[in-house]
């Protein structure tokens, strides 16, 4: 199993430029995780979704972030319009394999943004 | 809801010291808890977990014990190295199977040669 995959690893933009964000989770789970994360803010959960179906999407900062999860293998993360305090390490994350539930959760290794 | 509180770093260990993070967590169940690192440059990873009171989670040289009396769940490592310089977490489950992982704010380690 190839862990959760995220793409690009790297990213910088131009405020007022889209910013989409991809992941690939576990494969046999179909629950699916978005983190920001900033030296300010620390790790914050964005949005959640449960058999692609997003249940909680409380933390995700502005009209300008949207999520989709099309199906189990994957899901995007986007922004539009870009704006420099969007800067951050963004992380998907998944359960394990094999699992029934969320009790833990395996991340990738993310993209870094960067909005000039 | 549930929450987790760790000690505040950074923290700035020399080689071979002891090292103890303290996580202390509430939660209306009986949720598993779990310690994740993050190395530079990394996702963070998970180290160790422990599901009931009285487990001991380990690995890499990490402990940690669920103390349902004291809710808490320490992370110790009887002597650091330098590769173990990162960021860790304390987290809960609460077991719903339906809700994401409660994650605390983070400790950056630093060791020092």
């Known amino acids: 199993d190839a862990g959760v995959i995220q793409s690009p690893r790297h990213e910088v933009t131009e405020m007022g430029q889209e910013v989409t964000l991809r992941c690939k989770p576990i494969s046999g789970h179909n629950s699916l995780f978005w983190y920001r994360q900033t030296m300010m803010r620390g790790l914050e959960l964005l949005i959640y979704f449960n058999n692609n179906v997003p249940i909680d999407d409380s933390g995700m900062p502005e009209d300008r972030f949207s999520a989709k999860m099309p199906n189990a293998s994957f899901s995007t993360l986007k922004i539009q319009p870009s704006e420099p305090r969007d800067s951050a390490v963004y992380f998907c994350?998944?359960?394990?394999?094999?699992?029934?539930?969320?009790?833990?959760?395996?991340f990738g290794p993310g993209t870094r943004l960067t909005v000039l | 809801g549930d929450s987790v509180t760790q000690m505040e770093g950074p923290v700035t260990l020399s080689e071979e010291a002891f090292l103890t993070i303290n996580c202390t967590y509430t939660?209306?169940?009986?949720?598993?808890l779990f310690w994740y690192v993050q190395y530079p440059g990394e996702g963070l990873q998970l180290l160790l977990k422990a599901t009931k009171a009285d487990d001991k989670g380990s690995n890499k040289g990490f402990e940690a014990t669920y103390r349902k009396e004291t809710t808490s769940f320490h992370l110790e490592k009887g002597s650091v190295q330098v590769s173990d310089s990162a960021v860790y977490f304390c987290a809960l489950s609460d077991n719903s199977g339906n809700t994401p992982l409660v994650f605390g704010k983070g400790t950056r380690l630093s060791v020092i040669a």
């Open positions: 939660a209306t169940g009986y949720p598993s």
């Open positions: 994350a998944s359960p394990p394999a094999g699992t029934s539930g969320i009790f833990e959760q395996f």
